[in-house]
């Protein structure tokens, strides 16, 4: 391994207070497990329900140089707070993920593996193929995303099976190019980088997981969400 690989794995938090500190210990040890330098860094957006004040005692406990703290004001969306993490990222590969407990640190070092296999640009985390699977949606949830991939499936034929989930690990080059192609807010967001991502011929690739509805807290997709997902559809579809 060339000693200057390192990981960052960033780490969005809105009101996560229940879910940080079970992430972050799981992180920790799986991080140190696969022995793969490596920094988290959490980018908090003023929840108010204490996540930062739980975030500089998890600081205190594993250290600066694996917790960096990149808090803002307030709630300007994951987009931008994906952009905000990059900047402060020192790690070459970046690692995108929900504090919710939605995605497993155990994965990670498939990701990483999976990876350095091929020299991937990109590798996603996929609940459609091999052993991968979702628990904890109700049925109509799981047909919006089933729904939601068929369509751009069809329409923009991507070539990878899970566009819409946000556990994926990227070049850090190559993660700040995409996202400053994206026009996207919101949930089609992930599915705009992976068909930007296929445009511009990066390569991608997959490892199962299961994903785990979120344990503590309430999701963020609702009708409004579901309705840019269609728009956003059809304006990819016309203009890539
Ligand atoms: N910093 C920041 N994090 C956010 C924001 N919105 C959501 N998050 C976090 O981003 C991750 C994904 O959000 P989540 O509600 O789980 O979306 P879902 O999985 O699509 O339901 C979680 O870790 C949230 O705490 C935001 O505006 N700013
Ligand atoms: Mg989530």
């Given at each position: ?41 959490i980018i908090d957006d003023g929840s108010p329900d204490g996540t930062l004040e739980a975030a500089k005692q998890l600081q205190k406990i594993y250290g600066e140089d694996k917790i960096v703290l ?136 997959e490892v199962p997981i299961s994903f785990v509805d979120r344990v503590y807290g309430e999701s963020k997709l609702g009708g409004s969400e579901i309705i840019q997902f269609a728009r956003s559809l ?7």
């Amino acid at each position: 391994m060339p000693s200057t690989d390192k990981y960052s794995i960033l780490l969005p938090t809105y009101n996560e207070v229940e879910n940080l500190p079970i992430i972050i210990w799981l992180l920790i040890k799986h991080m140190n497990a696969s022995g793969y330098p490596y920094e988290i860094i959490i980018i908090d957006d003023g929840s108010p329900d204490g996540t930062l004040e739980a975030a500089k005692q998890l600081q205190k406990i594993y250290g600066e140089d694996k917790i960096v703290l990149r808090p803002r004001e307030k709630k300007l969306g994951l987009g931008t707070a994906y952009i905000h993490g990059i900047k402060h990222a020192t790690g070459n590969y970046i690692i995108i993920m929900d504090a919710d407990l939605s995605h497993h640190p155990k994965f990670i070092q498939e990701f990483i593996e999976k990876q350095r296999s091929q020299n991937f640009d990109i590798v996603t985390g996929t609940r459609y193929i091999g052993g991968g699977g979702v628990h904890g949606w109700d049925f109509k949830r799981k047909l919006i995303s089933r729904g939601a991939n068929l369509l751009t499936q069809i329409l923009l034929r991507p070539g990878v099976s899970d566009l819409t989930g946000s556990f994926r690990l990227y070049k850090k080059d190559i993660l700040e190019t995409l996202i400053k192609s994206c026009v996207s807010k919101g949930y089609v967001f992930q599915m705009e980088m992976i068909v930007r991502a296929r445009q511009r011929r990066y390569t991608i690739g997959e490892v199962p997981i299961s994903f785990v509805d979120r344990v503590y807290g309430e999701s963020k997709l609702g009708g409004s969400e579901i309705i840019q997902f269609a728009r956003s559809l059809l304006y990819l579809f016309a203009t890539t």
